[in-house]
């Protein structure tokens, strides 16, 4: 009996701490988005000069690194269709493959786990820093906002950044596919193409553009509220955690709903 | 002439995890006045200065920044009132990733007041009027303490403030830059009637400052007369010890 009352309180302790910790994502989210509408010159050229250190930070820095695993997974995902479908007439699916694969769900996906691996954490662990170091206080004290200052051009650049690295993963690993299906089948650059084009159509654009601006707003939110939760030094490492740990589950949950919404 | 004060606090209760730290603080400070608070550490005579520019909510009394309640005052108002109060943190609080130089120029440029070639002009005479030369391009954690409190000082001045709050503003520094800023504060206090309030336990600071010495003890501040003679028997400790080193 007095087990089932431990974990009945522990499970009620938990459902409110993970109510708490929702509620204020919400409220950071809605902050960031009236910041980002609100027109003013104030802070305006400071918030720009943000937005391109972050873009610079979360997207060309990241270039390679999504570069390499966008080629690597355009080969992997040819080279199984190659080896487990017969040889005849698998040109022709090999648009469709790269399709659903890649622009559905590994290109929004594997981009997104690198924007959490590599910005997720590094800018929860700033915002975490500024913290700590009381920057942010001396923000507000001098009628900086830091919701403007700070949370909005990381919001507005790990979007961006999210959406660019995303279309660049899609388009490395179609190439990379392309030359493992040359090699593999002697396919002409035109066709390989002209298959891949007539797989893709609008909606699948639009879905993969969803995709990418929710999982860029979902980072960016995470990351931010667990760096803005930060109340001292020891802290700091678990709101770099925390926020890697939360966006990878918001990312995946996110990423099921709408496949589920829009292809089951 | 009946001045309206430029900074008042009026019975001001605070407690961190159920240990009180102020109790019933009461103080006013106007145009051209300056206030020095000492204590022991730990005592929060930051806490005080935190609360007073509504950094940390008190548990009950009440601020006034130029006469008015901040209570009453909506978001963006208070936005604009901070612009009139400059704050100097015992750590600096420079954004770390910003040049001193950026660091000093960011309430301008984000509150978009000047033209960019203004704003350098500007930052550039607060640097100079600080004692800051050469450091414009280099990094927070480039500086020495002192030039760190200097820039912090010059980033707290360069909205031209009418209350300057300073933490400690020249704790861990050298005699020389030590006298510098002391001299520099008393020069904005009686020149250009700047209202300061600051914590500091530095006996040379506070000798150079020429300003009522308040300590803080067991939540209440105790006012340190440096002409008494005896010291009264009902007063703390500490109050006493102060008053025999001024």
């Known amino acids: 009996m007095r087990t089932v009352y431990v974990f009945i309180v522990h499970a009620g302790g938990f459902a409110l701490s993970f109510v708490k910790v929702v509620y204020g994502m919400i409220g950071l989210f809605y902050d960031t988005m009236i910041e980002i509408f609100r027109y003013g010159k104030r ?10 250190s972050q873009i610079l930070f979360t997207g060309v820095e990241a270039f390679w690194l999504v570069g390499i695993i966008g080629l690597l ?5 040819i080279i199984q269709a190659t080896t487990t479908m017969p040889k005849f007439g698998v040109g022709e699916y090999f648009g469709k493959i790269l399709i659903i694969v890649v622009i559905r769900e590994l290109g929004p996906f594997f981009t997104a786990l690198v924007v959490v691996g590599r910005s997720g954490a590094a800018l929860a662990t700033y915002i975490g820093n500024m913290r700590v170091a009381k920057e942010i206080s001396a923000l507000e004290v001098m009628g900086i906002n830091p919701i403007r200052f700070l949370v909005m051009p990381a919001f507005v650049a790990m979007v961006v950044s999210m959406v660019c690295l995303a279309v660049y993963f899609d388009i490395i690993a179609i190439i990379g596919g392309y030359f493992v299906a040359q090699a593999n089948v002697e396919i002409p650059f035109g066709i390989f193409m002209s298959t891949v084009l007539d797989a893709l159509s609008a909606k699948e654009i639009v879905i993969s553009m969803a995709k990418n601006l929710l999982f860029g707003s979902i980072i960016a939110t995470v990351s931010c509220y667990y760096g803005l939760a930060v109340n001292n030094v020891r802290e700091v490492p678990q709101a770099a955690l925390k926020s890697v740990v939360g966006s990878m589950i918001a990312t995946i949950v996110i990423n099921m709903i709408v496949t589920i919404g829009f292809y089951a | 002439m009946n001045r309206t004060p430029s900074f008042c606090a009026e019975d001001l209760y605070y407690s961190i995890g159920g240990v009180p730290l ?20 730990g005592c929060g ?19 006034y920044w130029e006469g008015t309640n901040t209570d009453l005052l909506t978001r963006e108002e208070r936005v604009a009132a901070r612009r009139r109060i400059g704050f100097i943190f015992q750590k600096h609080a420079l954004i770390h990733n910003f040049t001193i130089f950026d660091n000093i120029a960011l309430p301008l440029r984000y509150h978009s007041i000047m033209a960019e070639k203004e704003i350098r002009l500007k930052v550039r005479h607060c640097m100079d009027e600080v004692g800051l030369f050469n450091v414009d391009l280099k990094f927070p ?11 912090a000082l010059a980033r707290a001045l360069i909205l031209d403030p009418v ?46 400052m020429k300003s009522p010495l308040k300590i803080l003890d067991n939540g209440k501040l105790f006012e340190v007369n440096k002409t008494a003679g005896a010291a009264d028997p009902h007063q703390p400790a500490i109050v006493t010890t102060f008053q025999e080193m001024l």
């Open chain 1, 43 to 52: 802070g305006y050229a400071s918030s720009i000069k943000q937005i391109v």
């Open chain 1, 73 to 77: 997974c355009g080969i992997t995902i």
């Open chain 2, 22 to 41: 102020l109790q019933g603080v009461s103080f006013t400070v106007s145009a051209g006045e300056s206030m020095v608070i000492a204590g022991r550490s």
């Open chain 2, 45 to 63: 005579k930051s806490a005080l200065l935190e609360i007073c520019v509504k950094l940390s909510l008190p548990n009950s009394g009440k601020i």
């Open chain 2, 141 to 151: 954690n480039e500086l020495s303490s002192g030039q760190l409190k200097s820039a």
């Open chain 2, 163 to 208: 209350i300057l709050f300073a933490d400690e503003p020249t704790a861990g520094i050298d005699p020389y830059t030590e006298e510098c800023i002391s001299k520099l504060l008393n020069y904005l206090r009686t020149v250009k009637s700047l209202a300061i309030v600051m914590t500091c336990n530095d006996i040379q600071t506070i000798r150079h």
